[in-house]
């Protein structure tokens, strides 16, 4: 079965500092990869997806950049934080978990990071 | 655009059922109709979907009305650990790559 890891889990970092996530898949080839992030008591943002290695599709322009150096490994950066990219950020991997032709997304445990 | 819309908060008591609603007026007829859950400090999860007919799991029912402009996710029997945020999502059809648009979803409050 497909699991997803997300590093840190948590993570606080002064403002202007750089910034990288890291999400990796087990149990899957070549899915689809997207990242997530969810500002505190709001909904879920998209980000970036990615269909394959090198492939990146940016939703919203920012201050932040996605990486797929592998196939199974998805990366999010920054070059300088900022106050509001605060947040809960969240991997997701789709797939059909259910053997029926469902094509469903399964999200990571999630990095909550804290910008000061 | 999460182009759907559902009631901010709803409360149920314990063992009760539990019937969540959600508008989608402008839905394509080739628009699936997903739900997803968020456990508190969790990421979302699936809890089921439908394109035209009514659907049974093992977690949920979702009955999609005549003219699909809106849905019901039916929990039969809430319980402690069915408190979250449930998201109501239209996707274009069933293939890879359609992002999931996620609007402010309902929060269902369970007591005990």
Redesign the interface.
Known sequence: SQTIHQWPATLVQPVGSPLSLECTVEGTSNP?L?W?RQAAG?????LF?S?GIGQISS?VPQNLSASRPQDRQFILSSKKLLLSDSGFY?C?L??D?WDS??????????TRLLVL | DAKTTQPNSMESNEEEPVHLPCNHSTISGTDYIHWYRQLPSQGPEYVIHGLTSNVNNRMASLAIAEDRKSSTLILHRATLRDAAVYYCIRKPNNNAGNMLTFGGGTRLMVKP
């Open positions: 689809n997207y997530y709001r909904g879920l943002q998209l997806y269909v939703e969240l997701a789709e797939g978990w032709g469902i094509q469903t997304q399964y999200f990571g445990p999630g």
